[in-house]
């Protein structure tokens, strides 16, 4: 028996358009809604901060950016280019802001224009040196409203800056800027001991023969001394009368 082919009707045509359509105007949405990939999003008053490095994954050695996204009221805010100034940027090398950590202040600027960019994105360029974990540090005043933020890199934040070594292909034999960098401070580190220990070394040398040139100059000096008593002495004894001897009477004094 011949089956009849089924086609559909007019509403379930309509209701698999307004689906697909549905779900592509929800996915837009939520991907506008999401912060950027692998950032970090905070508050501080009116104003909310995408924080994070410009470029994901992020490598040592490799030019980057910090990258702070502002929007103001659900807004972008691009109008804070006169107000950065006030608005310090500090990233810190490690997990937290420690006075003891090295760290470097980093400017904002706009990142974007007419027709380009996104905005309310702002951006400090650096090239960071050391693969690991890193701590972004907002501190200051955007116009009334104080910022304070400590944000650290991490699997709920922004990603950590990864060893290019582990993701290149084919292996490099050869070693990385930031192994180069460890082991020139290795070395630097050797010869400065070993520099110290040469001028140590010389510096007893030298007072060793100072004594050495003292004790001489005392032997010449008791021995000169020495010659000197000796003339005198001999000059004293050369210079002594002679005994006197008494007068022979001969003649007629004889008695």
């Known amino acids: ?5 089924i086609h559909p009707t007019l509403p379930t045509r309509l209701l ?21 990939s692998a950032h970090a999003e905070k508050k501080a008053g009116k104003y909310a901060f995408v924080v994070g490095f410009g470029d994901e994954p992020a490598y040592a ?8 996204i502002i929007s103001r009221d659900g807004k972008p805010a691009t109008d804070l280019a006169g107000q950065l100034d006030k608005l ?7 997990g937290k802001v420690d006075p003891k950590a090295e760290m470097v202040e980093l400017p904002l600027e706009p990142h974007f224009g007419d027709g380009w960019g996104t905005p309310g994105d702002y951006r400090a360029f650096f090239v960071p040196t050391q693969p690991g974990g890193y701590t972004v540090h907002l501190n200051g005043t955007l116009g009334a409203q104080k910022i304070n933020l400590a944000i650290p890199s991490g699997p709920e934040t922004f990603g950590d800056v990864n060893d290019p070594a582990k993701s290149a292909f084919p292996a490099v034999k050869d070693p990385t800027t930031a192994q180069l960098a460890q082991r020139l401070d290795r070395e630097a580190t050797r010869l400065t001991g070993t520099v110290a220990a040469a001028t140590a070394a010389q510096k007893a040398a030298e007072d060793k023969a100072d004594q050495a040139r003292m004790l001489a100059l005392g032997g010449l000096i008791v021995g000169a001394v020495g010659l000197v008593v000796g003339a005198l002495a001999w000059g004293r004894r050369s210079a002594a009368p002679a005994a006197r001897q008494d007068p022979v009477l001969t003649g007629a004094g004889k008695v």
């Open 1 to 5: 028996m011949r089956r009849l082919a």
């Open 16 to 36: 698999r358009v307004a689906f697909v359509l549905g779900s592509a105007l929800l996915l837009a949405a939520a991907l506008a809604a999401a912060p950027a």
């Open 61 to 68: 050695g490799q030019p980057n950016s910090l990258q702070v």
């Open 88 to 94: 310090k940027a500090h990233l810190y090398y490690g």
